[in-house]
């Protein structure tokens, strides 16, 4: 089975501070996501990466910024949080050139709040 | 403009009737996959059924399925059967197989389902 962890399932900070989301996953996996999922607006798509050190800006990339310096990881990075940064951040991924029906496996999520 | 849509923001159903949870969808890529997730209190995201635009018959995953309306671009899901344990958030999403990249997906707003007894 894919195992996609994030390494915090809840986390408080303060306004100003520099936060990093952390996200493992053990399949080997190329493509990697974050999402960030907020009542009434659904999942949206923050930022994502098939390769290692490449990346995308998805629908909603500012103020957020990533980083995949290995295969396994990649992290969300809010370089100055701000409190409409409050949110839950899901973190998927996939294998490059899977059939187009694979899913997108998830991990837990990681609750943001900011104070 | 919005290429998920899920006009319900939350349903109920009674324990053992079935529901349909409604999503229209937009795209002009002739080759796109439509899915639907469950997401309970929890928060894990659980994949349900999958529905390929090419693919003749609607999907079915044990007491899931699809009404998949490909003129009307919708994909709406059909729980039958309903228990308790159904209760949950559930979200369409679609991914463009020609003009998407990294087989990322686009979701909907979801709907929030209640099975009451």
């Known amino acids: 089975d894919v195992k996609v962890t994030q390494s915090s399932r809840y986390l408080v900070k303060r306004t100003g501070e520099k936060v990093f989301l952390e996200c493992v996953q053990d399949?080997?996996?190329?493509?990697m996501f974050w999402y960030r999922q907020d009542p009434g607006l659904g999942l949206r798509l923050i930022y994502f990466?098939?390769?290692?050190?490449?990346?995308e800006k998805g629908d909603i990339p500012e103020g957020y910024s990533v980083s995949r310096e290995k295969k396994e990881r990649f992290s969300l990075i809010l370089e100055s949080a701000s409190t409409n940064q409050t949110s839950m951040y899901l973190c998927?991924?996939?294998?490059?050139?899977?059939?187009?029906?694979?899913?997108?496996?998830f991990g837990n999520g990681t609750r943001l709040t900011v104070t | 403009a919005q290429k998920i849509t899920q006009t319900q923001p939350g349903m109920f159903v009674q324990e053992k009737e079935a529901v349909t949870l409604d999503c229209t969808y937009d795209?002009?890529?002739?080759?796109?996959?439509l899915f639907w997730y469950k997401q309970p209190s929890s928060g894990e995201m659980i994949f349900l059924i999958y529905?390929?635009?090419?693919?003749?018959q609607n999907a079915t995953e044990g007491r899931y399925s699809l009404n998949f309306q490909k003129a009307r671009k919708s994909a709406n899901l059909v729980i039958s059967a309903s228990q308790l344990g159904d209760s949950a958030m559930y979200f369409c999403?679609?991914?463009?197989?020609?003009?998407?990249?990294?087989?990322?997906?686009?979701f909907g707003t979801g709907t929030r389902l209640q099975v009451t007894l």
């Open positions: 998927a991924s996939s294998a490059q050139g899977a059939p187009s029906n694979s899913p997108l496996h």
């Open positions: 399949m080997d996996h190329e493509n």
């Open positions: 990466s098939y390769d290692v050190k490449m990346k």
């Open positions: 795209t002009s890529d002739p080759s796109y996959g």
């Open positions: 529905q390929g635009s090419y693919d003749q």
């Open positions: 999403a679609m991914r463009e197989i020609n003009t998407g990249t990294a087989s990322k997906l686009t």
